[in-house]
């Protein structure tokens, strides 16, 4: 069964930065593609940004230039590498799978989701 489980969330101040880890299980890692998301108390899911097969990358504009996205195939890890990070920025975050190519935005084309990392920004 496909696990996927987020780790690395806490609680930081404005500006600073923060890794988040997912960590992958039961399925062909390297021929998937990821995404991350990430949702505030009563706002809907948002779309941070997601990575290739082959490792391209497609951020939303808000966090482009501030956040990375990286996988290690090998360790079946992805990352999300946030920087200079803002009070807007706190929410849950979550990783999540697809077996297939993703061409959108949507939560909709991702099977399997993580349980979520909390990341707290404070002013």
């Known amino acids: 069964q496909v696990q996927l489980v987020e780790s690395g969330g806490g609680l930081v101040q404005a500006g600073a930065s923060l890794r988040l880890s997912c960590a992958a299980s039961g399925y062909s890692f390297s021929r998937s593609a990821m995404g991350w998301f990430r949702q505030a108390p009563g706002k809907e899911r948002e779309f941070v940004g997601r990575?290739?097969?082959?490792?391209?990358?497609y951020y939303t504009d808000s966090v482009k230039g501030r956040f990375t996205i990286a996988r290690d195939n090998p360790k079946n890890m992805a990352y999300l590498q946030m920087s200079s990070l803002k009070p807007e920025d706190t929410a849950v975050y979550y990783c999540a799978v697809s077996r297939r190519a993703v061409t959108t935005r949507s939560a909709s084309e991702y099977e399997y989701w993580g349980q979520g990392t909390q990341v707290t920004v404070s002013s």
């Open positions: 990575i290739s097969y082959g490792g391209s990358t």
